[in-house]
Structure formats: structure tokens, C-alpha cells
């Protein structure tokens, strides 16, 4: 037992009728799973809003099933679940409460940090967001020569770049197409450069966003791009006022940067990082989409928020989907997850959930400070489909490791693509194919009926056995890719539940960020840096000696 009276997860009971199970499964085949159950594939199936998740391409059975869910219940996943959603400071090494959720609730609701209902404060930077993000897109927000403001430029990174940049690119039918949207991360020069390079300084806008706005990249970037706006218009500091907003919780190091914190967008500290797109970090996104498609996306987040919160336990998908995670991670020795999304629009997505989902449960501290003693979070990677298909997925079909995987698709292609719409049956073909070889592969017996010579068969033979959930959407929209990133949000959150983890801070950046700092004078100005590594300060020495400094 640990402090707080919750027994360990590897002492649980339920934790030992899983080994057990897993041992009695031993290498049942999904070929036999499904010669034994006809009516495993509806019943393996849930409906959210609009999607429809088939997980009957995994190793369970019911008694798995059930196994798992009465592992969640002792685990305490219910309890922390209804404290995050009540405001309760469940991410415990910062004090602070995670309502992400709050973000796109109605404002009728009351939901309380400390006392406060928040629910207020949320719509009222909501409707500045939108009162703003409508005079860019109509042409009332001019930049500082009077010209229309035509590009726009998220300067951030981590949880201020990647949501936006992804939902950019996954709603690009949606966006004003007469606009450029640019997205600026890393601290390498290049990106800024490449970014700006053929944009008129007069014609465009950036939004710094930065949680708290002392993130060295992001600042760096700011003040490169400050540069570069003043060089273009000849110099006049006035000018920034009309080219640059911001995005923040720290409105003092606004201010100290010189933006008016009259065009600062709030949001709070109970909004982590990788949680935040939907808060005011999404504002480039408003922009481009509009205040109506951003408010399409956020009630598709309240409805699996909602799912989550009161779905029962056999019918909820991000549950289910965290407790296979936890099946495959922790009783079958799977490092990686793969998500594959079979939609060009989709190509940032995966990079997106590596954020939400590593720098979650990439963890190995309980909540109370013991080591923990099981495995936690996953690799995630991925690409769209099909791309991979013809790289690595020769890996996934007949290597060494099992990499459960989420095949996503979309039932209607998207409007505009025209004549291209009928490529859309061969695109979805292919994801249905793929979790068909992966899950029942090819024996030795079809691979010599179909004549090929002894030696080869072994070659051509598909164990399959290798399971993926199919996530069907009707179509990539806003409310769809609302729906799609609670559920994934949900998902990490009750893993880090059941694995007793603060899937909320993310101390493990810390280290990276202080040595970098204590290392670039070394490298600029060749400062000593005391009790440096041997290993570490021959590299320095080699890179200054190249660089001729
Ligand atoms: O929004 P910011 O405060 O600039 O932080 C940007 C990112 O950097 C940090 O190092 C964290 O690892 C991320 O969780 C965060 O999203």
C-alpha cells in the first residue's frame, strides 16, 4: 500500500488475474477468436458522436475485457476521472487543478478552481477571440501601413505549436484559403527564415503563444520576427502594435516583451500545454477556420468529454482504448504504438498525440514518489497512411515486435477535391486491408496453394495475430477533429490513472532546457563551464574549433 491507502498496481488482484489470463491466453490466434464468436465484430464496437471504433482486432476476450475494466475500478480511474472533471488539483507536483475540459464547456455550466467559477472567464476570452479573429479575416484589423493583413504567424512551440499547426493542417478545407498560416517553432534560425522569407512585413500578423511566455525558443523567435516586421517598415517601433498578439497566462512578461496586453489572449494555469489548443492557443486557428468552425470543434470535444465523464464502463471508447493500451504495454511487452491516420489532412496528428501522450505518462515516478514497478507510457509514431505502407510497415506485418496500432479513416472524401473524390474508395481500401493482413495474415498453407516453392514459403508467410483498432469517422470536420483529440486526451488520462502517474507536469524537460542554457556561452563566447563531462566538452571544443571561434 502507498500513502494515500491505494494498493500498489502490481499487488492488486486485478493485476494478477491479468498475468494469470494473459499466460491462458498464450498465443490464441485472432483467426480463431473469430471462428469461435460470429458476432464479435458488432459487438466489439462502440459509436461516439461520429465515430465508430472497432476493436475487435485485438487479443481479447470478454473475460480480458472484463479483467481490464475491474482493473480501472480499483485503480481508481472513475474517482480521478470525476475529480479532473470537478476541478479537484489532481496534477499534484504543481498544485494545479486540469480542466482542458472546462474549455469547451457551455457557459451555463459552473465549474469551479478554488472556489471560482471559471465558466465566465473561458466564454469572455472566447468572444475576444472571435470579435478579433472575424476583423482579421474580414479586413478590419490593418497592419501599420494600412494594408490587409494577408499572412499569419504562430510563433510557440510544444503544446503553443503543435495543436494549432496540426488542427491547421487537418482543417485546411475549412480555412480561408485567400490566407497564408505559418507555424514557427524551433529555435534554428531556418525555421523563422523559411517562415518569413517571401512574406510582406506590411501584410502580416504574428501571434507569440506561450503559456509562460519565458520559453527561450519562443522568445528568441519573437524577437527575431520583431526585427525582421521593424527592417521591413522602415523601423518605427509603433509598428508592432498592429503586427503582433499574444497568446499567454503570464501577462507581466507580455507586457515586459512590449505587446499591449490589451491584444493578449488569457488562458490559466489549469490548462496544461499539450492540453491547450482549444484554449486561446488555438487563436490562429480561429482565424483561419473562423469563430463558427472553432466553435463546431469545441462542442465535438464536449461530446466525448461528456462520453467519457457518463458512459458506462463496457461503452466507453477512451477507456476502452487506455485499458488495451494497457493490455498490450504491460502483459504483452509492447513498447510503441502506431497511429496511422489514412488522411492527408492528417499529417500532423501524430506528431501532435507524441506530445499529448509521451509527455504524459513518459513517467516513472507514482504520484506519491516510489519508482514505479510496471511499465508506462508508449512510443507513439506514425504517419498517414499509405505512405508508410511502402516503408515501414513491412515491420509491423513480419518483424520481431508487436506494435498494437489505430487505423483512421473518413467515410466521405473531402468536397473540394473534385474529381480526386474518387480516389477515396482505393485510399480506404487500403486501411481496411492493412488491419485485415495485420490481424489474420497468411498461413503456410495459402502461401503453398498459391505454388510458390518450398524455400520461399517462410518468406511469404504472414503470422498477422497483430491487432489495431479502426476508427471510422463520417468526415475530417471540426466537430470530428474535437471529437477525435478528447478521445486521445481521454485516453492518456486513464492510463496515467491506472499506472499511478502525474500525467499532468512534465519535469523531464527541465534538465535539457537549464544545460543548454549553461552551455551556449561556452559555445559563443567560450566561457568555461565548470565540472563539464569530458565527452561533452570535447564536443564543444570541436564545434568552436570549426566554426573557427
Ligand atoms: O507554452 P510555453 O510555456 O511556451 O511552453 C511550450 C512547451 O514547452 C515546455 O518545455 C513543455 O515541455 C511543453 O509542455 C510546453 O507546451
Known sequence: MNAEGRTRLDQMPEWHALAKHREEFGQTHLRRLFADDPGRAERYSVRVGDLYLDYSKHLVTDETL?????????????????????????????DRAVLHTALRTPESATVRVDGENVMPKVHQVLIKMSTFATKVREGHWRGHTGKRIKNVVNIGIGGSDLGPAMAYEALRPYTAREMDFRF??????????????????????????????????????????????????????????????????????????GINTDNMFEFWDWVGGRYSYDSAIGLSLMVAIGPQCFGDMLAGFHLVDEHFRTASPEANAPLLLGLLGVWYGNFHDAQSHAVLPYS??????????????????????????????????????????????????????????????????????????????????????????????????????????????????????????????????????????????????????????????????????????????????????????????????????????????
Open 344 to 549: 492527408h489532412y492528417l499529417s500532423r496528428f501524430t506528431a501532435y498525440l507524441q506530445q499529448l501522450d509521451m509527455e504524459s505518462n513518459g513517467k516513472s515516478t507514482e504520484r506519491e514518489g516510489r519508482p514505479v514497478n510496471w511499465q508506462t507510457g508508449p512510443v507513439v509514431w506514425g504517419t498517414p497512411g499509405t505512405n508508410g505502407q511502402h516503408a515501414y510497415y513491412q515491420l509491423l506485418h513480419q518483424g520481431t515486435k508487436m506494435i498494437p496500432a489505430d487505423l483512421i479513416g473518413f467515410v466521405e472524401p473531402v468536397a473540394e477535391l473534385g474529381a480526386l473524390r474518387d480516389q477515396h474508395d482505393l485510399l480506404m481500401a487500403n486501411l481496411f486491408a492493412q488491419g485485415q493482413a495485420l490481424a489474420f495474415g497468411k498461413s503456410e498453407e495459402e502461401v503453398r496453394a498459391e505454388g510458390v516453392s518450398e524455400a520461399q514459403v517462410p518468406h511469404r508467410t504472414f503470422p498477422g495475430n497483430r491487432p489495431t483498432t479502426t476508427i471510422l469517422a463520417t468526415e475530417l470536420s471540426p466537430s470530428v477533429l474535437g471529437q477525435l483529440i478528447a478521445l486521445y486526451e481521454h485516453k492518456v488520462f486513464v492510463q496515467g490513472a491506472i499506472w499511478n502517474i502525474d500525467s499532468f507536469d512534465q519535469w523531464g524537460v527541465e534538465l535539457g532546457k537549464a544545460l543548454a542554457k549553461r552551455l551556449e556561452p561556452a559555445l559563443t563566447e567560450g566561457a568555461e563551464v565548470a565540472g563539464l563531462d569530458r565527452s561533452t566538452a570535447t564536443l564543444v571544443e570541436r564545434y568552436r574549433e570549426l566554426r573557427g571561434r
Open 66 to 94: 472484463r479483467l481490464l475494466q475491474q482493473l480501472a475500478e480499483s485503480a481508481g480511474v472513475f474517482r480521478l476521472r470525476d475529480a479532473m472533471f470537478e476541478g479537484e488539483k489532481i496534477n499534484i507536483t504543481e
Open 184 to 257: 514557427v517553432s524551433n529555435v534554428d534560425g531556418a525555421d523563422l527564415h523559411e517562415a518569413v522569407r517571401d512574406l510582406d512585413p506590411a501584410e502580416t500578423l504574428f501571434i507569440v503563444a506561450s503559456k509562460t511566455f519565458t520559453t527561450i525558443e519562443t522568445i528568441t523567435n519573437a524577437k527575431a520576427a520583431r526585427a525582421w516586421l521593424l527592417e521591413g517598415l522602415g523601423g518605427e517601433e509603433s509598428a508592432v502594435a498592429a503586427h503582433f498578439v499574444a497568446v499567454s497566462t503570464n501577462a507581466e512578461k507580455v507586457a515586459e516583451f
